[in-house]
C-alpha cells in the first residue's frame, strides 16, 4: 500500500488546504472583474480609434455651403467658390456637389418630394485639406469673401473638438471603471483573507505553536489568494478577448465596427489584468492576514 | 534590543549551563472572569529535568504546560523560560522561543489535510530549513515511533495510538530543549503507554528538559520520576517516588 511513497522524494504539500466552495465563489467574483476590466480596456482602445478616425477625417476636408446672389445660379456660384480656394496654401482637391447629390443629403431632412425644384438650395463645395498644413477656415473665408462669393465655411472643428472632449470624458470613464474594479477587487480579497483566517484558525495556531511568525503565515494567505487571482483574472481576460474577437468577427462589416473598430491586437489589452489583480491580492492578502494576525493571542 | 539579541540571549541559557529551564514564580491564572485555575504556582525545572504533571482531571495541568507554551497568559506572578521573563517577551520573538519547545497537545492538533510526513516536518519547515536538509531526519524519526509503513496516511486514517505516536514525532523532530506533554498516554492501551513513556524517557537522556501531565498513576509509579501535583490549581509536594524502571 505505501510502496509509492518514498521519502527522498518528498516535497512539501500546501499548508492551506486547496480548494472549496468557498474559494470558487472568490474565484467566479475575480474571474467576472477581469473579464469587465478587459472588455472596457478593449472598447477604451477601440473608441479611441473610431475617435482618432473621425478626427483626421474631419479635418482633413472643410465644407463650403454657398448661396447664389442676385441672378446668379447656384451652379454659377458654385463654380466661383471652386476657383476661390482651389489652389490656396494647404488646398488639395476641390469639388462642388452636383445639385442631385445635394439634395440627396438634403432629402432625408425635407423629404425627396417637398423639395420645389426652382428653390434656391445652396450648394455644398467640398475641399480637401493637406493633412500637414491643413487651411484653415479663415483662410478659406478670406479667399470667399475676396472673390464676393456669399458663403460659409465649415472647417468641422466645432466637431472635431467635440469628438476629443467626447473622447477625453470616455477615458475618464475607462480609467475610473478601472480603479472602481480594482478597489472591488482588493475589498473582495480583503474580505476573503478574513473568511480564510477565520475558516482555517486551528491551522493557524498550529502553524503559531510550531514557530511560525506573522510573516510566515500571512504568507501563506498571499501566495494563496495571488495565485488564485492570476488564474481566475486569466480566466475573466481571456474570455473577454474572446467576446471582443466574437464581435469583430460578426460585426466585421458594417454596424457596431463602425462604433467600435476593435483591432486584432486590442485583444491583447486584457493582459495585464490577470498580473495586476495578481498583485493586488498578493499585496491586499498580506497586509490583511498580517493585521488580522495581530488580533490572534 | 534586536530580535537576534534576545533570541542568542535566550540561546545563552543553555544547554549546559545548571539555569532553569523553567521557572515559576507566585503565578495564578483565570480565563476572563473566571476563578483562578491556577492560584500561586511557584516551581523550577532545572536543565535535563524529567517531571510529571499529576492531578485529577479539571486540575488544571492543560493550563499550566499552555502557560510554558505560550498559548495563555498568567494573570499574576513571573514566568521564566530559558531564563527568558515571558512579560517582557515581544510578540515577534515569541516563534523563535516557541521552536525551542515541543509540545504534545491532549488533543494531538494533526493537521488533517497533511501526510503524516507532513505532519511530522512542520517544524523544520517552518523554521525555514530546506526539505533536502530534513526529510531523512523525519523518515528515521518516523520510523522509530513505529510509523515507518505510515508515513504517506493522512491523520483522519490513524488508530489514536498512531497519531499519539505521530504527535509526539512531530514535538520533538527539531529536538526541543524543552518537551510538554499533555496526557501522552491518554488515548492508548497500556503497553503502548510504556512503550510512549521509553521514548519520552530517551529523548530526556538525550538532553530535552521533559514536562509530562498525567492522572495516569500507574506511569509515574513505574517511571519513578519525581512529580509536580495539582490539586484544584494549587500545588503541592507528591508524596514518595516509585522505584526507577528504566535501571
Ligand atoms: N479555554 C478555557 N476557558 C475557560 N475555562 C477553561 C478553559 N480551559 C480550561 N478551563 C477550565 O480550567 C480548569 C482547568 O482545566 P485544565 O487546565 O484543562 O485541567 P486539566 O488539564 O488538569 O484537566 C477547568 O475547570 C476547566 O474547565
Ligand atoms: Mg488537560
Known amino acids: 500500500m505505501n510502496g509509492a511513497f518514498d521519502p527522498k522524494r518528498w516535497w512539501p504539500a500546501p499548508l492551506l488546504p486547496l480548494g472549496d466552495a468557498r474559494d470558487l465563489t472568490l474565484l467566479f467574483v475575480v474571474a467576472a472583474l477581469s473579464f469587465l476590466a478587459g472588455l472596457a480596456a478593449i472598447a477604451a482602445l477601440a473608441s479611441e480609434r473610431a475617435a482618432v478616425g473621425w478626427r483626421s477625417e474631419l479635418a482633413g476636408s472643410a465644407t463650403i455651403i454657398v448661396r447664389a446672389q442676385g441672378a446668379e445660379t447656384p451652379d454659377a456660384a458654385a463654380l466661383r467658390a471652386v476657383v476661390a480656394v482651389s489652389g490656396l496654401r494647404g488646398v488639395g482637391e476641390v469639388r462642388a456637389l452636383e445639385k442631385a447629390k445635394a439634395d440627396q443629403l438634403l432629402a432625408p431632412w425635407i423629404g425627396a418630394d417637398a423639395l420645389p425644384s426652382d428653390l434656391p438650395v445652396p450648394r455644398l463645395v467640398t475641399v480637401e485639406l493637406d493633412p500637414k498644413t491643413p487651411a484653415t477656415g479663415a483662410d478659406l473665408d478670406r479667399a470667399l469673401s475676396a472673390a464676393g462669393v456669399d458663403a460659409t465655411v465649415d472647417d468641422h472643428s466645432r466637431w472635431s473638438a467635440e469628438i476629443m472632449r467626447a473622447g477625453v470624458i470616455e477615458r475618464n470613464v475607462a480609467l475610473g471603471l478601472f480603479a472602481l474594479l480594482l478597489a472591488i477587487l482588493g475589498a473582495v480579497i480583503s474580505f476573503a483573507t478574513r473568511q480564510g483566517l477565520a475558516a482555517r484558525r486551528e491551522i493557524v495556531d498550529a502553524l503559531h505553536l510550531s514557530g511560525a511568525t506573522d510573516g510566515f503565515i500571512a504568507r501563506l494567505f498571499q501566495a494563496r489568494f495571488a495565485r488564485s487571482a492570476a488564474q481566475a483574472g486569466l480566466a475573466g481576460a481571456l474570455l473577454a478577448a474572446a467576446m471582443a474577437a466574437a464581435l469583430k468577427l460578426t460585426g466585421a462589416g458594417q454596424g457596431l465596427t463602425a462604433l467600435l473598430p476593435i483591432a486584432w491586437r486590442d485583444l491583447a489589452a486584457p493582459a495585464p489584468f490577470p498580473v495586476l489583480g495578481a498583485l493586488i491580492a498578493a499585496v491586499v492578502a498580506r497586509t490583511t492576514a498580517t493585521a488580522a494576525l495581530k488580533e490572534v493571542p | 534590543m534586536s530580535r537576534k539579541a534576545i533570541v542568542s540571549e535566550v540561546s545563552a541559557a543553555d544547554p549546559t549551563s545548571p539555569q532553569s529551564i523553567v521557572r515559576f514564580e507566585g503565578v495564578s491564572m483565570r480565563y476572563g472572569r473566571d476563578p483562578e485555575v491556577l492560584t500561586d504556582i511557584s516551581f523550577e525545572l532545572p536543565q535535563g529535568a524529567f517531571y510529571f504533571l499529576t492531578g485529577p482531571s479539571g486540575s488544571g495541568k492543560s493550563t499550566l504546560l499552555k502557560l510554558i507554551y505560550l498559548a495563555e497568559r498568567a494573570s499574576r506572578g513571573r514566568i521564566e523560560i530559558f531564563g527568558q521573563d515571558l512579560a517582557l517577551l515581544r510578540r515577534k520573538d515569541r516563534p523563535f522561543m516557541r521552536r525551542r519547545i515541543g509540545v504534545v497537545f491532549q ?34 524519526l518516523l520510523a522509530w ?23 509526539i514525532a512531530r514535538a520533538v523532530i527539531n529536538r526541543p530543549d524543552l518537551l ?40 509515574v509509579v513505574r517511571s519513578g520520576k519525581p512529580v509536580l501535583h495539582l490539586e484544584a490549581g494549587r500545588l503541592s509536594p507528591y508524596p514518595g517516588q516509585a522505584p526507577d524502571l528504566d535501571e
Not at chain 2, 501526510?115 to 526539505?131: Q, T
Not at chain 2, 521514548?199 to 538532553?207: F, I, K, M, P, Y
Not at chain 2, 521533559?210 to 492522572?215: E, G, K, M, N
Request: hydrophobic share 45%; net charge negative; charged share 25%.
Open chain 2, 107 to 140: 488533543e494531538f492538533r494533526l493537521l488533517d489535510h497533511l501526510s503524516c510526513f507532513d505532519n511530522a516536518a512542520l517544524a523544520p519547515r517552518i523554521a525555514g530549513r530546506k526539505p533536502a536538509a530534513y526529510r531523512a531526519d523525519v523518515a528515521d
Open chain 2, 180 to 219: 510538554l506533554a499533555d496526557e501522552p498516554t491518554g488515548n492508548v492501551d497500556e503497553a503502548m503507554g510504556l512503550r510512549i513513556l521509553r521514548l519520552l524517557l530517551e529523548l530526556n537522556r538525550v538532553g530535552a528538559t521533559v514536562l509530562i501531565a498525567t492522572h495516569d498513576k500507574d506511569l
Open chain 2, 145 to 167: 515511533v513505529g510509523l515507518g509503513d505510515r508515513m504517506h496516511a493522512m491523520p483522519p486514517a490513524l488508530s489514536g495510538g498512531e497519531k499519539q505516536r505521530l504527535a
